[in-house]
């Protein structure tokens, strides 16, 4: 029971950016959002999370909505490696990382 | 970064037989770890929380005495799968997190076949 919904699968081209959506409506004040990518047959990887503010690594770009209900991961330019299932998720509790469907995105020449 | 060591990465086992799965953090200490499975197509699904020290908390549906979680350092977490099943194949996944991090840190998972 995922606190999370994303949409099941996107497509993205080669080079451009990748937004992939995120909602989280019942997040609470001190619940992290966290984003996670899995490729096909490998433990998943971590990219970004926040509490609040907007966040930027050398990965991703994570925008939160300011009342906290939404999130998109964003890849600036995404390769072809970046074909993967996304994962976004909230933290209940404080140690209770819950994956949900994810969302699989795949990044066409 | 942090690393987590995970092994075997592949076993293949007969029917009715124990098969034991390793994690480790190679760099940190990792007060928590958790055990996750995973089929084919699906997301991965929480099976246990543990804490260094203390028995792990099973998730529903979880048979603790089917899936033997020990933690007893706080670098070292092992999952056995008892008396396995054809139907416990699966894609088995740990990941731990240490008292200076906020995020977790995965394995690269464990493929059990059993025949």
């Known amino acids: 029971d995922a606190k999370t919904t994303q949409p099941t699968s996107m497509d993205c081209a080669e080079g451009r950016a990748a937004n992939l959506p995120c909602n989280h409506s019942?997040?609470?004040?001190?619940?992290?959002v966290y984003w996670y990518r899995q490729i096909h047959s490998q433990g998943p990887q971590y990219i970004i999370h926040g509490l609040k503010n907007n966040e930027t690594n050398e990965m991703a770009s994570l925008i939160i909505t300011e009342d906290r209900k939404s999130s998109t991961l964003i890849l600036p330019h995404a390769t072809l490696r970046d074909t993967a299932v996304y994962y976004c998720i909230v933290e209940v509790d404080n140690n209770d990382m819950r994956f949900g469907a994810g969302t699989r995105l795949t990044v066409k020449p | 970064g942090a690393v987590v060591s995970q092994h075997p990465s592949r076993v293949i086992c007969k029917s009715g037989t124990s098969v034991k799965i390793e994690c480790r953090s190679l760099d940190f200490q990792a007060t928590t770890m958790f055990w996750y499975r995973q089929f084919p197509k699906q997301s991965l699904m929480l099976m246990a929380t543990s804490n260094e020290g203390s028995k792990a908390t099973y998730e529903q549906g979880v048979e603790k005495d089917k899936f033997l979680i020990n933690h007893a350092s706080l670098t070292l977490s092992t999952l056995t799968v008892t008396s396995a099943h054809p139907e416990d194949s699966s894609f088995y996944i740990c990941s731990a997190r240490g008292q200076a991090y906020e995020k977790l840190f995965f394995g690269s998972g464990t493929q059990l076949s059993v025949l």
């Open positions: 019942t997040i609470s004040g001190n619940e992290y």
